[in-house]
């Protein structure tokens, strides 16, 4: 059975930053595999649900509460905004869903309130405050696991905080299938290839 997962991201979508491409496709891999996935994030003042998923090329099917910043000089005003919202929503029936986020301050809040909680991070945090907020997190029985995209990330964390909730999710891809097609080009057979993202605006319009 599929799992109801609240994903906070507190950033401004739709947005060409990679941030923002790789939560909407994680939400998508979510859905895809069975689980019924929320976005929770902040959305550009004109933009539409539809506008949204259209602009990031995948299917209109994931529940999401889109706020409208309230400052856009302080993305830190609108995500504390987010969290009270959510937890007033969903605090009656937390024990059904498990909160995301990428965001140390937001788990902490939750596990307050006594969600489960699973936290992804990409880096060891370099502000001591929230090394010692990390430490604490790992330690609550809501806490259920620390996600990394890599093996190797996985590995580091595991040595320097001595981990043992942790999981390996790579970011969420669309696997799609390309003709190859052979050019001659002086009665030689040259492939040309292209690696990178298909997302409208990260330059393969210009190839």
Request: proline fraction near 3%; glycine fraction near 4%.
């Amino acid at each position: 059975m599929g799992k109801n997962i609240i994903y906070i991201h507190p950033f401004l979508f739709p947005s060409t930053k990679a941030n923002t491409v790789q939560v909407i496709k994680m939400c998508s891999a979510f859905k895809q595999i069975g689980n019924e996935p929320t976005l929770v994030s902040l959305k550009q003042f004109k933009s539409t649900k539809d506008d949204i998923m259209k602009f990031y090329g995948v299917k209109n099917n994931i529940n999401t509460h889109f706020f409208l910043p309230l400052n856009i000089f302080s993305r830190n005003l609108s995500k504390y905004i987010i969290i009270v919202v959510i937890i007033l929503k969903y605090f009656l029936s937390r024990k059904k869903y498990i909160i995301y986020s990428r965001d140390i301050k937001i788990v902490k809040f939750f596990l307050k309130f006594d969600f489960k909680v699973l936290l992804e991070l990409h880096s060891i945090p370099k502000n001591i405050n929230d090394l010692k907020i990390l430490k604490k997190i790992l330690k609550k029985e809501n806490f259920l696991k620390l996600i990394f995209i890599s093996k190797e990330l996985d590995k580091y964390f595991k040595k320097k905080l001595n981990l043992k909730k942790t999981v390996v999710s790579p970011d969420g891809i669309e696997v799609i299938k390309h003709a190859k097609k052979k050019i001659l080009f002086k009665n030689k057979e040259v492939f040309i290839s292209y690696v990178g993202s298909f997302h409208k605006g990260k330059g393969v319009d210009f190839l």
